[in-house]
C-alpha cells in the first residue's frame, strides 16, 4: 500500500518499507483461510544503516468477528535478525486478517525496514507459504 505515510514495495521475496517521519499507516494486509491452532510467523528483518528505523506491529484479527488474537512487534537492532511471533488461531475463526503496521521515528529522513523469508509456519507441521509474494 502507498501513501503518504507509507510505501512499501514487495520484490526478490522481500517487502521494504519506507515511512515518513512521525507518521504511522498500514503497510500491508493479506487474509488467510487458516485451519485452528498454533502458528508461527518469521521473517529476517534488516535496516539500512544510514536511515532510522521504521517500528513494526502485526496486528491478527478473526476477520469475521474482528476479534483480535495478536497485536506485536518485530524490534530490529543493527544487523539483520530472524524474528518470531506466535497466534493461535482459534476453532470458529475461518479467515485471518493479517495488518503490519509501519511508524517512522522522529527524523527529518524517513523511517525504513527490509523483511526477508517471511513465511507462516503450523506448529507441528511444514511451512504454510510466504505472506509476501
Not at 517521519?21 to 502458528?39: M, N
Not at 528483518?45 to 513494526?56: E, F, I, Q, S
Not at 511508524?103 to 507459504?129: D, F, H, P
Request: proline share 5%; glycine share 10%.
Amino acid at each position: 500500500e502507498d501513501d503518504e505515510a507509507v510505501a512499501a514495495e514487495v520484490g526478490q521475496g522481500a517487502l521494504s518499507l519506507r515511512v515518513a517521519p512521525e507518521r504511522a499507516a498500514l503497510a500491508a494486509e493479506r487474509v488467510t483461510l487458516l485451519a485452528p491452532g498454533a502458528y508461527a510467523l518469521t521473517a529476517r528483518v534488516a535496516y539500512d544503516a544510514a536511515a532510522p528505523r521504521a517500528r513494526l506491529t502485526w496486528r491478527v484479527s478473526c476477520l469475521a468477528t474482528g476479534r483480535s488474537l495478536l497485536e506485536a512487534g518485530f524490534h530490529g537492532s543493527g544487523a539483520p535478525a530472524e524474528q518470531g511471533l506466535m497466534v493461535t488461531i482459534p476453532p470458529g475463526c475461518a479467515a485471518q486478517r493479517w495488518e503490519l503496521h509501519a511508524a517512522g521515528e522522529v527524523s527529518q529522513l524517513a523511517s525504513q525496514a527490509r523483511l526477508m523469508n517471511l513465511s507462516l509456519t503450523r506448529r507441528g507441521g511444514g511451512v504454510i507459504g510466504s505472506l509476501v509474494q
